[in-house]
């Protein structure tokens, strides 16, 4: 099975820095002169990627015969720094909110792009929801294109619902085949020709538009007015849909 390289450099990795861990973790102990030749990379860059990875603690090095050999650490270290680097950033978050210089009350707008876009919003969605205990509105909902976009993140997500007791509505269309199961979910359906295929999610103040596509994106309205005003809609629209 190949290795997803993109998750090695998400966690903050160069591409020479994967190459030169991914190479080592294929070697014994080996001189940065065996390196450069099986990786292609000059002397120097090799030296400059594995320093990086030292401080990482991604790699060792042992002497012998006068010469530095290096070696790649156990797989399991990536874990362990990933999640070092978790416990550090959640200490950070206080200090961050405090400078935050987001609008606490005017409206804004943010744009979300990337393969983590539907599971960002529906975090955030959630958070609010346990806060205030609302039911979550959303419109143009095919639930085959979230498990096909992101279905872990999906289904923790109504295994959230579920575990706290909290409540969606969701407008999607006839002839819809897949749904969830349960009483965090009530469904209705819309005519095929009243449906828009991009979802839209309305919670507390904010007006949420997903776009599938590659790559996905998603854009954040924070208005009071706005989300006012699709609820409305919402609620018109749920009255004349056809319950499941």
């Not at 012998?64 to 416990?87: C, H, I, R, T, W």
């Not at 005017?106 to 919003?121: A, C, D, L, P, S």
Request: glycine share 4%.
């Amino acid at each position: 099975m190949p290795v997803d390289k993109n998750l090695l450099k998400e966690l903050g990795l160069t591409n020479n820095e994967v190459e030169v861990y991914l190479k080592l973790l294929m070697s014994d102990s080996i001189t940065v002169n065996i390196l450069a030749e099986r990786t292609g990379m000059h002397r120097q860059v090799c030296y400059d990627a594995l320093d990086r990875l030292l401080e990482k603690g991604f790699v060792s090095y042992v002497v012998k015969e006068g010469k530095k050999n290096f070696q790649a650490l156990p797989p399991e270290q990536l874990v362990v720094y990933a999640e070092d680097m978790k416990s550090r950033l959640e200490q950070m978050v206080p200090d961050l909110k405090k400078v935050s210089l987001m609008p606490k009350d005017e409206t804004f707008v943010e744009v979300y792009k990337g393969k983590n876009v539907v599971r960002t919003i529906l975090r955030d969605m959630l958070d609010h929801m346990k806060r205030t205990r609302e039911t979550a509105l959303i419109f143009g909902v095919d639930e085959s294109k979230f498990k096909e976009y992101d279905q872990p993140a999906t289904e923790k997500y109504i295994n959230d619902l579920r575990k706290f007791n909290l409540r969606e509505k969701l407008l999607s269309f006839e002839g819809a085949t897949e749904f969830f199961s349960g009483p965090q979910s009530e469904y209705r359906l819309l005519p095929i020709e009243f449906f828009n295929p991009n979802p839209t999610y309305v919670y507390g103040d904010k007006v949420v538009f997903l776009v599938w596509g590659s790559p996905m994106h998603a854009v954040m309205i924070k208005s009071k007015e706005a989300a006012d005003v699709n609820r409305k809609q919402f609620n018109i629209l749920w009255k004349l849909a056809k319950k499941r």
